[in-house]
């Protein structure tokens, strides 16, 4: 019997040649399906737990609410105006007080005023004599009587300093050049902000690191709890794919309900974004960072309990650290310092750059960008090689 080979050189015409492009594309496909299928374990995994998914939707908005509550209590004195005299000037001078943007004000008696007073109901009486308009036409002194509840120094101190505001205001106004100091402002940015849109953005914030720290942390931590990482770390898949992929589920599971909170702020609060397109590309990156951490965390943690408990125990004072009531500029040298060790800071910074334009620390876009840019890759290797370590430990 005779082979006869029609193959040039002697070469099978369906064989395939092991080229180092080849095993390069073998080994990309290889990632992606273990990144795809560790991901679409994970959804079905939360999807299951609807109490755990409702549970990081309602946090943030709770947040969101009790700071709106704080605001709407303390943003503004209670204070009764006792009008014993309706001329002109006197009605200006309860516009000057109205414009102080210090006081909830209202019109009573002497006597309703008092009463509300002694049942701490107002913090303030302002009582505007009878002689107002009088004594101001002649150009006499006049003494506005004010009556204040010191029980809380900041509300008092805001009577007094918005008082003489007040007072300055209304004289520059009624009487141009009798005043010879008179501010000239000039404002940094075109419009001003309320304080509830302000504390918003930082809400939406809390949000993405709650929601991408509990989603993460206790889907990594599951793995733990129910005994089947031992599949995972008997696979063949590298850490780093396997790390990935529960990172995206997780990512996908946290941007879900961080959208919740960002049509809360949108369209309740009103905070529309200056920069939408940047707001939309800076959320997914925020998110990211959070996720990692949550992976991070709960490859070490390893119990679902201690994971949830950590999150919510260190979730308010980061929060609180890293400028939800002002820039941290304005504060103390030593929380600049610990505000600046966590991404939390550079992700409120850039929120409030995309919704308000406003720049919040020194670092400008980029570099705020770059920073977080270093913390995701810093803690995505740090969670690739924290389950790395797991697999050899005894």
Request: with cysteine; hydrophobic share 50%.
């Amino acid at each position: 019997m005779q082979l006869i080979d029609n193959s040039a050189n002697g070469a099978h015409p369906r064989a395939e040649r092991s080229t180092p492009q080849n095993r390069r594309g073998r080994a990309t496909t290889g990632l992606v399906r273990v990144i795809l299928a560790c991901m679409r374990k994970d959804i079905k995994s939360v999807l299951t737990e609807r109490a755990f998914m409702f549970q990081t939707i309602v946090l943030p908005l709770n947040y969101n609410l009790l700071l709106i509550l704080f605001v709407l209590a303390g943003s503004n004195a209670p204070t009764a105006v006792v009008m014993q005299d309706s001329g002109p000037y006197a009605q200006q001078f309860y516009t000057a007080l109205s414009g102080a943007h210090s006081f909830h004000l209202q019109q009573a008696s002497a006597a309703e005023a008092q009463q509300l007073l002694n049942s701490g109901e107002i913090v303030a009486i302002v009582t505007i004599p009878p002689d107002f308009d009088r004594r101001l036409q002649a150009r006499q002194a006049v003494q506005i009587g004010l009556a204040v509840n010191n029980l809380n120094t900041d509300m008092t101190d805001d009577v007094r300093r918005g008082t003489r505001l007040a007072i300055t205001s209304f004289y520059s106004q009624a009487f141009p050049g009798q005043v010879p100091i008179v501010p000239e402002e000039h404002d940094a940015y075109l419009r001003d902000t309320g304080y509830i849109p302000f504390l918003s953005i930082p809400v939406l914030v809390i949000g993405l690191m709650v929601g991408g720290l509990l989603q993460a942390g206790t889907a990594s931590a599951r793995e733990w709890d129910k005994q089947t990482v031992k599949e995972l770390l008997l696979s063949p898949a590298p850490s780093f794919a396997i790390a990935v992929g529960k990172m995206l589920a997780a990512g996908v599971m946290s941007l879900a309900s961080s959208l919740v909170v960002l049509a809360f702020v949108i369209l309740v609060i009103g905070d529309w974004p200056l920069h939408p397109l940047a707001l939309f590309g800076l959320i997914p990156l925020v998110a990211a960072v959070f996720v990692a951490a949550g992976t991070l965390l709960g490859s070490l943690l390893r119990q679902r309990q201690t994971v949830t408990l950590l999150v919510r125990g260190i979730g308010l004072p980061l929060f609180f650290l890293s400028g939800i009531f002002a820039p941290i500029g304005f504060s103390t040298p030593a929380v600049q310092v610990l505000a600046r060790l966590f991404p939390i800071h550079y992700s409120i910074a850039l929120l409030q750059y995309a919704f308000e334009g406003f720049r919040t620390n020194t670092l400008g876009v980029a570099n705020n960008v770059l920073v977080l840019c270093a913390f995701l890759v810093i803690l995505l290797a740090s969670s690739a090689l924290a389950l790395r370590r797991r697999s050899v430990a005894p």
